[in-house]
């Protein structure tokens, strides 16, 4: 297995996993470390990989670095084949990956959910940040960068990864804080709305060395209580990707797309999910 960091893209030959491997050039590119197309293989004997595996799997490789190799920016590719189910062989690469990228769909066969088995399953167990990815990129405006906040560890890298992705993609961010509300509060809009104040004013002041730091980041921030979700379901549309902890990982993936969408052509936002506590 392959030590070197680099963003790794789970391939397969679906569009949605072109998708992501084209999603992913900008991330390596800006580490300055190589995209690594990886396209995990089930032989067909069960053990060993034949030599109508090899060519199947082969056209699969190609096919991905073409349209890699298409979008025209500079980047080092490195392709992996590699026996073994698509879970099992992503979640090894994500032990020295920068970052793991998946399709929404396409590395099952016959997946009917919003994401499919594969990818929800990298999502929760990958050592690094999983990318869970709808679209190609394409729209002339990205869409806006949401990133779910507390007071905790976590709260802080996703607010400095959300910082990181906006200025990469030129797009605007929207700072979510979350805050635990018990249950009388949240019957009382009055209450409600004193804290989500508060919680607002609290962020905008964490936020001022970022604004100094970087004068063309757009950032706004926003409180709720509870969780992000509700705020995702709410504001689709102008998403373009959301990052969340590791913690939201399961929830997250519920709405990404709902049953009988088509992500890709229906525009669905992308989601980074950052690394768990314990992550190497």
Request: glycine fraction near 8%.
């Amino acid at each position: 297995m392959q030590t070197s960091p680099a963003v790794v893209v789970g391939i397969d030959g679906s569009r949605f996993a072109t998708a992501a491997a084209i999603w992913a050039i900008d991330e390596a590119a800006s580490r300055d470390i190589p995209l690594r197309l990886v396209h995990a293989v089930t032989p067909t004997d069960g053990a060993h990989l034949d030599a109508d595996d090899l060519a199947r799997a082969g056209r699969v490789v190609q096919s991905a670095v073409a349209a890699v190799e298409a979008n025209g920016k500079p980047v080092k590719v490195e392709t992996q084949i590699t026996p073994g189910r698509a879970a099992h062989v992503l979640r090894s690469q994500s032990r020295d990956a920068a970052l793991l990228c998946v399709g929404s769909s396409g590395l099952t066969h016959g997946g009917s959910g919003p994401v499919d088995r594969t990818a929800a399953a990298v999502a929760l167990t990958a050592s690094c940040p999983v990318a869970i990815i709808h679209s190609a990129g394409t729209n002339s405006k990205p869409g806006w960068v949401v990133v779910e906040v507390n007071d905790s560890p976590a709260g802080e890298l996703v607010l400095r990864t959300g910082v990181e992705e906006a200025l990469l993609r030129g797009a605007a961010l929207r700072v979510v804080a979350t805050w635990p509300s018990r249950y009388p509060d949240i019957h009382d809009d009055g209450a409600v709305a004193n804290k989500n104040r508060s919680v607002k004013a609290q962020w905008e002041r964490r936020l001022a060395p970022w604004r100094l730091r970087h004068p063309e980041l757009e950032v706004h921030a926003v409180a709720t209580p509870g969780s992000i979700l509700n705020y995702l379901a709410r504001h689709r549309d102008p998403i373009g990707l959301a990052i969340v902890p590791h913690e939201r990982a399961a929830g997250v993936a519920e709405l990404l797309a709902p049953r009988g969408r088509d992500p890709l052509r229906d525009g669905c936002f992308d989601v980074l999910i950052c690394e768990p506590d314990n992550a190497p």
